[in-house]
C-alpha cells in the first residue's frame, strides 16, 4: 500500500435531524478518505477495499478526476494554474459506492485555498457540484438546486460548513426553507492511521458500507412515510456525462 502524506482516513459519524412536520433524527458510521486527486492512493491487493474513480463523481466518466474538477471550475471562471484539489469521500468499496456528499478544497500554486467544490449525490442516482466561496471559517450560502429526499422539494438553501480538515472532520449542511424549521445534516470524524491495518479493519467492521448507508437512508425514509409525511414532486435533474 503506498499513500501519499497527504492522505487521511476518517471514521465518521454521520447524523440527520428533522424538526416537522414530523420530528425524526438518526446516527450512523461510515469512513471518509481525503485523497489529493492528482497523486491517489495505491493500495495494490487491496485496492478493491477503497477506489476512487471518475464516475462516481462529477463530470466524465472518462476523464480524470482531475480533468473533471479543472473543466467545472473552468466554466465558472475559475483556473487553479495546477494548484492542488483534495477530495474528501467515500471510496468504492468491492464495487459498490454512495457518497451522499462529497467535498473538493481547490488552492491554487502557492497553496492558498481558492474555492471549495460541494457536491451532493440522491439515492436515486442524481448529482449536483455547488461551486462554495467559503469564509475563513468555512462558511458558505448556496441555493438548492438538486432533489435529495423526498420529503423536500428543492425550494431553500444550504448553509454550509466546509473548513479545511486535518486530524479532525466536521462538515455540515443546513437546509433553511422559509416557514419551516431548519432541517440539519452533518458529519464528524477523526483521522485513523493510513495504513494497511486499517483499511482491512474497517473493511471487516463496516463491510458493504456504501450500501448499508443508502439502505439506512431509504429504511428511515419509509418510516417517515408510513408516519404519513407529504412526498413531494421529483423534477428531473440535468446532469452531464453522468452514467
Not at 492542488?84 to 488552492?107: D, K, Q, Y
Not at 481558492?114 to 455547488?130: F, L
Not at 426553507?177 to 483499511?199: D, N
Amino acid at each position: 500500500m503506498r499513500a501519499p502524506a497527504s492522505t487521511r482516513i476518517y471514521a465518521t459519524s454521520v447524523h440527520h435531524a428533522r424538526k416537522e412536520p414530523v420530528a425524526h433524527r438518526f446516527r450512523t458510521r461510515s469512513q471518509q478518505w481525503l485523497v489529493d486527486v492528482d497523486d491517489l492512493p495505491q493500495l495494490g491487493r487491496l485496492a478493491p477495499l477503497a477506489r476512487f474513480e471518475s464516475r462516481d463523481h462529477l463530470g466524465d466518466p472518462g476523464r480524470t478526476l482531475r480533468q473533471n474538477v479543472d473543466t467545472f471550475l473552468a466554466s465558472r471562471g475559475v483556473d487553479l494554474e495546477g494548484g492542488r484539489v483534495m477530495m474528501l469521500a467515500v471510496p468504492r468499496v468491492l464495487g459498490t459506492v454512495f457518497n451522499p456528499i462529497s467535498v473538493f478544497w481547490c488552492h491554487d500554486r502557492e497553496g492558498r485555498l481558492v474555492c471549495t467544490v460541494v457536491e451532493v449525490h440522491n439515492t436515486y442516482g442524481d448529482r449536483h457540484a455547488y461551486l462554495v466561496h467559503a469564509d475563513e471559517r468555512g462558511r458558505a450560502e448556496v441555493d438548492k438546486a438538486l432533489y435529495v429526499s423526498p420529503f423536500n422539494d428543492v425550494s431553500g438553501s444550504y448553509s454550509l460548513l466546509v473548513p479545511e480538515p486535518d486530524d479532525q472532520l466536521r462538515v455540515q449542511v443546513v437546509l433553511r426553507r422559509p416557514g419551516h424549521a431548519p432541517f440539519v445534516a452533518g458529519m464528524t470524524g477523526r483521522a485513523l492511521p493510513v495504513r494497511t491495518s486499517t483499511v482491512l479493519r474497517l473493511a471487516l467492521t463496516q463491510p458493504l458500507e456504501p450500501l448499508a448507508v443508502s439502505a439506512r437512508i431509504r429504511i428511515h425514509g419509509i418510516w417517515l412515510w408510513l408516519r404519513r409525511l407529504p412526498v413531494q414532486p421529483r423534477p428531473s435533474h440535468h446532469q452531464e456525462a453522468v452514467q
